[in-house]
């Protein structure tokens, strides 16, 4: 029987399946370090994670604290900086991109840089960092979120990294490189993909004990289904006791 479990390790057991061995990923703190450590302990052996200031293809033996953290140099098949990685990104070598932030909306757009008007913001939060980067360049992008009608909105207050922008062939006019965009979003509710033709966000798969019904009204704007909406198994053993063992011992993310 699958032990208790905490939202946290949930969204991180999701993220790490959705992380395919043989591939490419670009890393950001937090959840995707402990994802992308638990994949490589469970499924990918061959993942080969990519840190904004220049690791490349480490061994995450011990989870690192931030994206410069020595230890994503760790056994690592590179040691470069920014700018290799990014460049990287650009000529169409990574994969998957692993991305947050405050909102998101139906396209996939991500802002974390203000809320409010930019001008004169409620908030102003972190900003792009490498996110703009990674949603430009990457093939796949993936994004890890809370599900609540905050986040998940009709349209956002400010587009940091680009989805699909305004839909269907809108990425292409910007400049961006064509077959790149969103590809999931996990949340603590569900996984959502992209419809192929809209683009629009799709509902593929529903967490442990959550209900459509609950997805809808946490979402501020209208979504699409799969035709066959799955469920998401819980947490296994196995995952629980190399996350907590191994990948984060103390507890600092999860």
Known sequence: MTQQYSPSELLICLASRVMEDGTTAFIGTGIPMLAASLAQAMHAPNLVPIFEFGGTGAILEKLPLAVGDMRTYNKALAASGICDVMETAQRGFVEFGFLGGAQIDKYGNLNSTVIGNHAHPKVRLPGSGGANDVGSACW???????????????????????????????????????????????????????????????????????????????????????????????????????????????????
């Open 140 to 254: 796949r992008t993936i994004a890890i979120m809370i599900h609540d009608k905050r986040r998940f909105m009709e349209k956002i207050d400010f587009i940091t990294t680009p989805g699909f922008l305004s839909g269907p062939g809108a990425r292409e006019e910007a400049g961006l490189p064509r077959g790149t965009g969103p590809y999931r979003v996990v949340t603590n509710l569900c996984v959502m993909g992209y419809d192929d033709i809209t683009k629009c966000m799709k509902l593929l798969s529903l967490n442990p004990g959550v209900t459509i019904e609950k997805v809808i009204e946490s979402s501020g704007f209208e979504l699409l289904f799969a035709e066959n909406i799955t469920h998401n198994e819980p947490p296994t053993d196995g995952e629980l006791r190399i996350l907590r063992e191994k990948v984060d011992p103390d507890g600092l993310y999860r």
